[in-house]
């Protein structure tokens, strides 16, 4: 029996029919791996015999008839910038290649305790710093969809993994786009939850005030499904929300938006630099909205220009402040330095420049000296003031919109997925490809990317729904009835 990867809910029927078994899903899953990952490449480490013995619990649970979990025997990769117990957590980075966490991300310990099998860890731009996944100190990922063409980034491996089928759910991290961009390029669903939603404790941290953790997976249901695991109030995080629990799967299944109102973002969809292909799915998506009882209203966001700049200046002067520990004798590789320099600065000094020389990427290095720079006196107001008062503007032209529509409609990337190589040279360029979600990092409201057409490459493009703090419902609600009539969340890569 050939056992489908690409729906979680399908498996976890299955099993209940008594259909298939955890270890017969784990060992389907691991077939589809060893198929794709030569060329994929969406792996950092791959814990084949910890799955194994995971899913044999759990049918001996279910043998039993013990309580399972809403997870259970459900494969699942995890993004390489959450810590995990068992697993080495590297960030990508040469400066954590040999960094096993003495504990779990709270999000990964909940998803063990609902009986998901975690099958291992992906490839990632390095510290979450790149929109390719071409930063990443151990090999770039390819997109399934055209292995010539970046899966998107930093989640990119979390993303290519499910598009890949290797597993039907992944976690990612979202700082300025990193789990809708990739979910974009790579035809699938991915939702970056409202700040403090899902807990950060065990996320090593690229921009504190930026980060978020997510889901993404081929359908809505099925990252509403995840986002009832890892959503909830976690006191070790000082950033959690304490609010009481949202059944996410139901709010994702009720696709009728009779009495909701849609703003599409006019600056977005009438942007000069947006590919045709986007545009036309945004144009079609709003057809469906409007098709589906929901009322089309036009928001304007005009603060929306400042995006990319403000959040080039707040990301890396966070990162900055976060990164300072790895220098080789707190935290992270150690280089040797060499004798000219040790006696010219000091053997500790020199240590330090050495470990974080060879430790850290090109990109992570940019990040860090712009945020240093940024930050120094006679700088911060110029820059680092001047970019939080462009967040607060940003965050007004929100609560402006949010006052007129229930969701807002755009597009997620300006454009289908890029080749590797075409833009790794020119940061700006990179830089651009988050034009249209560094808004909803900036404001900590909640976004979400859904497949909304093909362009004339046959490459999937993406369509962003972002909604007011903790409006997850809303926008599960509004994608599902967008995916309750089409097609292209199905759609599949030929592999």
């Known amino acids: 029996m050939s056992i489908p990867l690409d729906s979680a809910l399908d498996l976890l029927r299955l099993q209940a029919a008594g259909e298939v078994?955890?270890?017969?899903?784990?060992?389907?899953?691991?077939?589809?791996?060893?198929?794709?990952?030569?060329?994929?490449?969406?792996?950092?480490?791959?814990?084949?015999?910890?799955?194994?013995?995971?899913?044999?619990?759990?049918?001996?649970k279910r043998s039993r008839g013990e309580p399972l979990g809403p997870l259970a025997g459900i494969p699942i990769a995890v993004k390489d910038v959450l810590c995990t117990r068992d697993m080495p957590t590297t960030c990508s980075s040469r400066m954590l290649q040999n960094f096993r966490p003495p504990y779990d991300a709270t999000v990964v310990r909940k998803l063990r305790e609902a009986d998901?099998?975690?099958?291992?860890?992906?490839n990632m731009d390095e510290f979450a710093m790149g929109a390719s996944t071409e930063t990443s100190a151990l090999g770039i990922t390819r997109n399934p969809w055209d292995l010539t063409r970046t899966p998107g980034g930093s989640s990119g491996g979390a993303a290519a993994v499910v598009a890949a089928g290797n597993v039907p759910l992944s976690l990612g991290t979202d700082t300025g786009g990193s789990i809708r961009q990739p979910a974009a390029f790579c035809g699938i669903t991915g939702l970056k939850p409202t700040y403090g939603r899902c807990s950060r404790f065990g996320l090593i941290a690229f921009a504190?005030?930026?980060?978020?953790?997510?889901?993404?997976?081929?359908?809505?249901?099925?990252?509403?499904?995840?986002?009832?695991?890892?959503?909830?109030?976690?006191?070790?995080?000082?950033?959690?929300?304490?609010?009481?629990a949202v059944d996410y799967r139901?709010?994702?299944?009720?696709?009728?938006?009779?009495?909701?109102k849609v703003g599409v973002i006019r600056e977005a969809v009438d942007h000069e630099g947006l590919d045709p292909a986007i545009r036309d799915a945004v144009l079609e998506t709003m057809t469906?909205?409007?098709?589906?009882?929901?009322?089309?209203?036009?928001?304007?966001?005009?603060?929306?220009?400042?995006?990319?700049?403000?959040?080039?200046?707040?990301?890396?002067?966070?990162?900055?402040?976060?990164?300072?520990?790895?220098?080789?004798?707190?935290?992270?590789?150690?280089?040797?330095?060499?004798?000219?320099?040790?006696?010219?600065?000091?053997?500790?000094a020199a240590t330090y420049c050495r470990s974080r020389a060879e430790g850290f990427g090109p990109e992570v290095k940019r990040r860090i000296l712009?945020?240093?720079?940024?930050?120094?006196?006679?700088?911060?107001?110029?820059?680092?003031?001047?970019?939080?008062?462009a967040r607060r503007l940003i965050r007004?032209?929100?609560?402006?919109?949010?006052?007129?529509?229930?969701?807002?409609?755009?597009?997620?990337?300006?454009?289908?997925?890029?080749?590797?190589?075409?833009?790794?040279?020119?940061?700006?360029?990179?830089?651009?490809?988050?034009?249209?979600?560094?808004?909803?990092?900036?404001?900590?409201?909640?976004?979400?990317?859904?497949?909304?057409?093909?362009?004339?490459?046959?490459?999937?493009?993406?369509?962003?729904?972002?909604?007011?703090?903790?409006?997850?419902?809303?926008?599960?609600?509004?994608?599902?009835?967008?995916?309750?009539?089409?097609?292209?969340h199905r759609r599949r890569p030929n592999r």
């Open 250 to 260: 139901a709010a994702a299944a009720t696709p009728d938006l009779r009495g909701l």
């Open 116 to 122: 998901a099998v975690l099958v291992g860890k992906t």
């Open 288 to 348: 469906i909205c409007r098709d589906a009882g929901a009322e089309l209203i036009d928001v304007r966001l005009p603060h929306s220009r400042f995006g990319v700049p403000a959040y080039y200046v707040v990301a890396p002067c966070e990162a900055s402040s976060n990164l300072s520990r790895y220098d080789g004798a707190h935290y992270g590789y150690r280089g040797e330095p060499d004798a000219n320099r040790s006696a010219e600065i000091g053997p500790l």
């Open 396 to 488: 007004g032209d929100y609560d402006t919109a949010f006052a007129q529509a229930d969701v807002l409609l755009g597009p997620t990337t300006p454009s289908p997925a890029f080749r590797l190589g075409e833009k790794v040279d020119d940061p700006i360029q990179m830089y651009l490809c988050d034009l249209f979600t560094v808004g909803a990092n900036l404001a900590g409201i909640p976004a979400l990317s859904i497949p909304g057409g093909t362009s004339p490459d046959s490459l999937p493009v993406g369509v962003q729904l972002q909604g007011p703090p903790l409006g997850e419902p809303q926008l599960l609600r509004v994608a599902a009835a967008i995916q309750a009539r089409t097609d292209f």
């Open 370 to 389: 712009m945020g240093t720079y940024a930050l120094s006196t006679g700088y911060f107001d110029a820059y680092y003031l001047k970019a939080l008062k």
């Open 21 to 60: 078994t955890a270890e017969q899903i784990v060992a389907a899953a691991f077939d589809s791996i060893r198929r794709t990952e030569a060329e994929v490449h969406a792996f950092t480490y791959l814990a084949e015999e910890e799955a194994f013995q995971a899913a044999r619990e759990v049918d001996q």
């Open 208 to 244: 504190s005030s930026l980060d978020q953790v997510g889901p993404l997976a081929w359908s809505v249901a099925d990252a509403a499904l995840l986002m009832n695991v890892i959503g909830g109030f976690d006191p070790r995080d000082s950033t959690s929300l304490d609010l009481p």
